[in-house]
């Protein structure tokens, strides 16, 4: 069975640090993986995706992650951090090859500091 | 164009009443999705609609839940003798196709009293 794992159900930074949200995952077969951002009061929004070719990842707002399979992680990372940039994070994965459902982590808040 | 739409945006009703929950997806998208978001159990897969294939129900907690996609569009979600672990953030997406990048709607939040 596929799961994931989000370290720190919450991350604090500086306005202009650098931003770094852990995710680990389990999957039997090769996964895809997915970063998802909740801003408050609303939807759930794709940040960027891994499915297959390239490692490093880039995705809106300036975020990217890097699969890296010897690890099975898949951290999301920012440079610079943006008081707008304060929402929930959900690392998700799914099989690819025989399911479309997404399994979540149980998420991180950024909070973002002036 | 228009982005998933959910409606209720909120629903609160009392221990033991039946409620519904309607999703509109993206106009031809072919896949549709349910979720739920509760405070104790995270972001949950509930119940998964491609084409004309027999959906996925694995996630569904019991038998009083059920959904179902009329003409390949909308959906609904059922949920019978509500119970007040059934409060939460009912989430709806679509997406193209298999496989594809999934588009969320802003929920519905139902709350049982």
């Known amino acids: 069975a596929q799961s994931v794992t989000q370290l720190g159900s919450h991350v604090s930074v500086s306005e202009g640090a650098l931003v770094l949200l852990r995710c680990n995952y389990s999957?039997?077969?090769?996964?895809?993986l997915f970063w998802y951002v909740q801003y408050p009061n609303q939807g759930l929004q794709l940040l960027l995706k891994y499915t297959t070719g390239a490692t490093l990842v880039k995705g809106i707002n300036g975020f990217e992650a890097e699969f890296k399979k010897s690890e099975t992680s898949f951290h999301l990372t920012k440079p610079s951090a943006h008081m707008s940039d304060a929402a929930e994070y959900f690392c998700?994965?799914?099989?690819?090859?025989?399911?479309?459902?997404?399994?979540f982590g149980t998420g991180t808040r950024l909070q973002v500091f002036p | 164009g228009a982005g998933v739409s959910q409606s209720p945006s909120n629903k609160v009703t009392e221990k033991g009443k039946d409620v519904e929950l309607r999703c509109d997806p993206i106009?031809?998208?072919?896949?549709l999705y349910w979720y739920r978001q509760s405070l104790g159990q995270g972001l949950e897969f509930l119940i998964y609609f491609q084409g004309n294939s027999a959906p996925d129900k694995s996630g569904l907690p019991s038998d009083r839940f059920s959904a179902e996609r009329t003409g390949g569009s909308v959906s609904t979600l059922t949920i019978q003798r509500t119970q007040q672990e059934d409060s939460a953030v009912y989430l709806c997406?679509?997406?193209?196709?298999?496989?594809?990048?999934?588009?969320f709607g802003p929920g519905t939040r139902l709350l049982v009293l």
């Open positions: 999957s039997s077969v090769p996964p895809y």
């Open positions: 106009s031809g998208h072919t896949a």
């Open positions: 998700a994965v799914s099989d690819g090859a025989d399911t479309d459902k997404l399994i």
């Open positions: 997406a679509s997406s193209p196709g298999a496989l594809e990048t999934q588009y």
